[in-house]
């Protein structure tokens, strides 16, 4: 079985991902971290690596080539990318919502080094915000799709207010029900 696990920036799209793997024992695959792992080499922020991707679609066909192949290998993984509930239509689609300021506040928090233009609060939310809209023309270019629109998804969760153990028990009592239907 494939999970797949999409959302806003700060929603916690990696860090459940990675716990409901590791409680499932399912492989963990993170289209996230190999786009970072990308801009990293090349000395970019993920805005400023996003941005180059626009006339690049082939770099986003290539992550989902190389995750759907991961995916078959595994047979069972927990996949956090934003198009994966797209090209893993039989998966469980979980989307995972937050509101933009609380969204905001987490990257903020983190740090993460690829990741410069956080360097307030206010440019974190500007950042997310001009990253999140260009991401759905993006993306939508290259799949034809809105990955925001929570209609696509099994399940949707508003993260804004829960930690991470009530995330993972929501999936885990919705994927009960998913396996019997």
């Known amino acids: 079985m494939i999970i797949t696990i999409s959302g806003l920036p ?37 805005h400023e690596y996003d941005k180059s991707l626009a006339s690049r679609p082939e770099v986003d066909k290539n992550v989902e080539k190389l995750l759907k192949q991961k995916a078959q290998e595994a047979g069972n993984a927990v996949m956090d990318w934003r198009m994966g509930f797209h090209f893993e239509p039989e998966s469980l689609k979980v989307f995972l919502y937050i509101k933009p300021d609380i969204g905001a506040q987490r990257i903020f928090k983190d740090q993460r080094k690829n990741e410069k233009e956080n360097v307030t609060l206010e440019e974190t ?22 990955f925001s629109d929570k209609s696509n998804f099994d399940l949707v969760i508003d993260t804004s207010e ?3 153990e009530e995330i993972i028990n929501k999936i885990l009592k919705f994927l009960k029900n998913f396996r019997k239907a």
């Open 125 to 146: 939310r500007k950042m997310m915000q001009k990253r999140h809209t260009e991401l759905i023309v993006r993306l939508k270019k290259v799949y034809g799709v809105d």
């Open 162 to 164: 829960l930690g991470v």
């Open 10 to 46: 700060g929603s916690g799209k990696s860090t459940i991902a990675k716990e409901l793997a590791a409680r499932l024992n399912y492989k963990h695959l993170s289209g996230g971290d190999m786009q970072r792992q990308l801009a990293q080499k090349r000395g970019l922020s993920i």
